[in-house]
């Protein structure tokens, strides 16, 4: 197959900086649209370092009707990965509107020019928040799907929208990928997560305490019906999570139709497991205290990924100790993420 030129909205964040290199590396030509809302052009300034080459990116707002259609009126593109939105649960419930807004009108503006320019191959960034109402702990797609915040609803209603148009037209090829719970970072160290607050999830809050720059991590909860009383996730190291686009891209051409697959590793950890290999990964100890259930939180949630290993051939490598090492290379390479200390 020859490489495929692919628009990659939110390709200067975490997953998609990731997937923009496993693009080049297989031979793709990916062009970043991105606001920079969330990162930052440095990211993709390292990514072009490691690939050897120039990445080419607009600057650009999704919401921004007229300069979406300019983006495939000259992009000639074959292909969309749609990484662009906005992602904090908790911010979604006090936020409703502007994630509505956000992540539902941009994805139909989006949608809307592939249309017209008849780019109609497209892999969206779907979530394991879709089950999170299932009751099930190990997901295989076919569940029923629900969500308990606006963030997950807006996935669902996403989901829901990609069902009806690949319905209305044969030639449309989308693939719905569900991650579960993407931690680490690239193995140079050079690219990661860099959450602008506090963050909210527990892999880069648990580097931040190791690293110095928060005190102490809270346990959501100790009493679950787990081996160790702590949540039990299934974390999928994002280089693993970067080449499921490839695989999906490149087995879309065989899918018509909107399809959706699990990207996890069918490994379940608990909250304290990832404490305690991160505390070896760093050398660090990493004090915590167990407090309150968070809202909204399941007991158990891992993936079940047949589906992905046999129709996209496809499966994860690593495991938590290669997460907690490379999650803290790149910390304690870039202690402040993509700024300068002090911005
Ligand atoms: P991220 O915030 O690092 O990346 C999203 C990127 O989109 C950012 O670079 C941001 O600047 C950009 N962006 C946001 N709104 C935009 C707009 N209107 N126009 C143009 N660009 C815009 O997030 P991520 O962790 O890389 O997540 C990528 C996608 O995967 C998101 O859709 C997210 O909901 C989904 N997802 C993430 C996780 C996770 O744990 N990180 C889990 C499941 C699903
Ligand atoms: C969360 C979101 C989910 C989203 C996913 C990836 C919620 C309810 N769910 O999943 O919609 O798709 O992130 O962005 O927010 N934990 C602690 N202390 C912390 C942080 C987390 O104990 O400071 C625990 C949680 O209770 C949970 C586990 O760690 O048991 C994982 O939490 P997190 O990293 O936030 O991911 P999810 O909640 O699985």
Not at 42 to 52: P, Q
Not at 87 to 100: D, F, M
Not at 181 to 192: F, K, L, Q, T
Request: charged share 25%.
């Amino acid at each position: 197959m020859g490489g495929m030129r692919v628009l990659t909205t939110g390709g200067a964040g975490y997953i998609g900086s990731h997937t923009v290199l496993a693009l080049i590396e297989a031979g793709h030509e990916p062009v970043i649209l991105d606001n920079f809302s969330n990162s930052s052009p440095e990211a993709i300034r390292r990514v072009g370092e490691l690939a050897g080459r120039e990445i080419e990116f607009i600057k650009g707002d999704l919401l921004d009707v007229e300069l979406v259609e300019r983006v495939f009126a000259e992009g000639n593109f074959d292909a969309v990965i749609h990484f662009a939105g906005l992602k904090a649960v908790g911010e979604s419930t006090a936020q409703p509107l502007r994630y509505y807004r956000t992540n539902i009108v941009s994805t139909l503006n989006l949608l809307d020019a592939m249309d017209t320019h008849g780019v109609r191959t497209l892999v969206f960034s779907s979530s394991a928040t879709v089950y999170g109402t299932s009751g099930a702990t190990r997901c295989v797609e076919d569940l029923p799907l629900g969500t308990t915040n606006p963030y997950g609803a807006t996935k669902l209603h996403i989901e829901q929208i990609l069902d009806d148009l690949a319905a209305s037209d044969p030639t449309w090829h989308i693939a719905k990928l569900r991650y579960f719970n993407p931690v680490g970072a690239h193995e140079s160290g050079r690219i990661g997560e860099d959450p602008r607050d506090i963050p909210n999830n527990l892999m880069p809050y648990v580097s931040q305490v190791a690293v110095g720059r928060r005190e102490k991590l809270s346990v959501y909860g100790g009493d679950y019906p787990t081996a160790d009383g702590t949540g039990v996730r299934d974390f999928i190291h994002v280089v693993d999570l970067a080449a499921g686009h490839v695989a999906a891209l490149e087995a879309l051409p065989r899918h018509p139709g909107a399809r959706a697959w699990n990207l996890g590793t069918g490994e379940g950890n608990s909250v304290l497991e990832v404490v305690r290999a991160f505390e070896r990964a760093s050398g660090k100890d990493i004090p915590f205290d167990i407090v309150e259930r968070r809202p909204g939180d399941v007991a158990e949630l891992v993936a079940d990924p047949g589906r992905a290993r046999i129709e996209l051939n496809w499966k994860a490598e690593r495991g938590l100790e290669d997460v907690a090492r490379d999650g803290w290379r790149w910390q304690s390479n870039n202690p402040f993420g993509y700024a300068e200390p002090g911005e």
